[in-house]
């Protein structure tokens, strides 16, 4: 089984400062991983997703995440935030296998707010 | 190409009242899902379908049945809303070949009084 951990339930920084949400993760199995973001009163939308390959993954509106094996790391980060990336950011995992679990394992979310 | 829709939008029920939500995704993927979030607990996943004709629970499934109709649809109903069942509801897809990455819907938020 695997689980998720998001350090931080809020983060609040300022316009165009850097800003890294944190995640780790735990699991006995290979994992994908993936970084959600929900806008007040909406849907969640994927941000980006580690499926192998580069441990640098590039993801939409100038974030990217490192994933990092050692560490059951996944942490998303954005060198210049904007107002509008004011929402709440979930961290997830799931099984690779074929034929195992489908389910993505949430973490509980951190919120971010970007003050002027 | 409309992706997960849901309805209604919004419902506010009284204790002991049923009620279904209604899903439905136009991508062909073959797993859906339904999640419940309430504020800080993350998305808890409360019944999925690999494919048309199976279910499964996930985390909270008591309360609450599914039915998977056919490929597109997946409903979940409530037989007797309590309280503690006041949530905003998401329903999700994937397609299994994809890296399980799921598609989500708008949301239903339900009250309980």
């Known amino acids: 089984a695997q689980s998720v951990t998001q350090l931080d339930s809020q983060v609040p920084v300022f316009e165009e400062a850097p800003v890294e949400l944190r995640c780790n993760y735990s699991?006995?199995?290979?994992?994908?991983l993936f970084w959600y973001v929900q806008y007040p009163n909406q849907g969640l939308q994927l941000l980006l997703k580690?499926?192998?390959?580069?441990?640098l993954v590039k993801g939409i509106n100038g974030f990217e995440a490192e994933f990092n094996k050692s560490q059951t790391s996944f942490h998303l980060r954005k060198p210049s935030v904007h107002i509008s990336d004011t929402a709440e950011y979930f961290c997830?995992?799931?099984?690779?296998?074929?034929?195992?679990?489908?389910?993505?394992?949430f973490g509980k979310g951190t919120k971010l707010t970007v003050n002027p | 190409n409309a992706g997960v829709t849901q309805t209604p939008k919004f419902q506010v029920l009284k204790t002991g009242q049923s009620m279904t939500l209604q899903c439905a995704q136009d991508?062909?993927?073959?797993?859906m899902y339904w999640y419940r979030q309430d504020p800080g607990m993350g998305l808890r996943l409360i019944y999925y379908?690999?494919?048309?004709?199976?279910?499964d629970k996930g985390e909270v499934p008591n309360g609450y049945n599914v039915s998977r109709l056919n490929k597109r649809e997946f409903s979940l109903r409530l037989e007797s809303a309590a309280p503690s069942q006041t949530s905003v509801y998401f329903c999700?897809?994937?397609?299994?070949?994809?890296?399980?990455?799921?598609?989500f819907g708008p949301g239903t938020r339900l009250t309980v009084t």
């Open positions: 699991s006995s199995v290979s994992v994908y």
């Open positions: 997830a995992v799931s099984d690779t296998r074929r034929g195992g679990s489908e389910k993505l394992v």
């Open positions: 580690y499926l192998s390959g580069s441990t």
């Open positions: 379908s690999a494919s048309e004709g199976t279910t």
């Open positions: 999700a897809s994937s397609w299994r070949e994809h890296s399980y990455e799921q598609y």
């Open positions: 991508m062909n993927h073959n797993s």
